[in-house]
């Protein structure tokens, strides 16, 4: 089993940048390909962004790239999202999820779908004001 804990949400001002943490256990972290999801009040969890268990690729949605980088460091059994430039419409409780396995060749659309995730953990709010 697999167990995920997030860290480093707050609240920030518009404009100001926080580094969110994935800390992985129960299993060889480099077997995980990470990503980070968000769900805000009355909305649909939706993907921000993945990255392979090498980090050889990355993933992003639309509307955060050129702001957000996904990032890990597999010694530390811990993966990062950077989160630069931030807007209220940012506002959402963060999830880091980890996918163990992938179909040949896979892309941004399948690591963008929440239900092929296997494990999740508990969430981090950021709260970005105007």
């Known amino acids: 089993q697999v167990q995920l804990v997030e860290s480093g949400g707050g609240l920030v001002q518009a404009g100001g940048s926080l580094r969110l943490s994935c800390v992985a256990s129960?299993?060889?972290?480099?077997?995980?390909?990470i990503g980070w999801f968000r769900q805000a009040p009355g909305k649909e969890r939706e993907f921000v962004a993945a990255i392979l268990w090498s980090g050889g690729r990355t993933f992003y949605a639309d509307s955060v790239k050129g702001r957000f980088t996904i990032s890990r460091d597999n010694a530390k059994n811990t993966g990062y999202l950077q989160m630069n430039s931030l807007k209220p419409e940012d506002t959402a409780v963060y999830y880091c999820?980890?996918?163990?396995?992938?179909?040949?060749?896979?892309?941004?659309?399948?690591?963008?779908?929440?239900?092929?995730?296997?494990?999740w953990g508990q969430g981090t709010q950021v709260t970005v004001s105007s």
């Open positions: 129960g299993r060889t972290f480099n077997t995980l390909n």
């Open positions: 999820a980890a996918l163990v396995k992938t179909p040949l060749g896979a892309g941004g659309t399948f690591y963008a779908r929440a239900n092929e995730y296997d494990y």
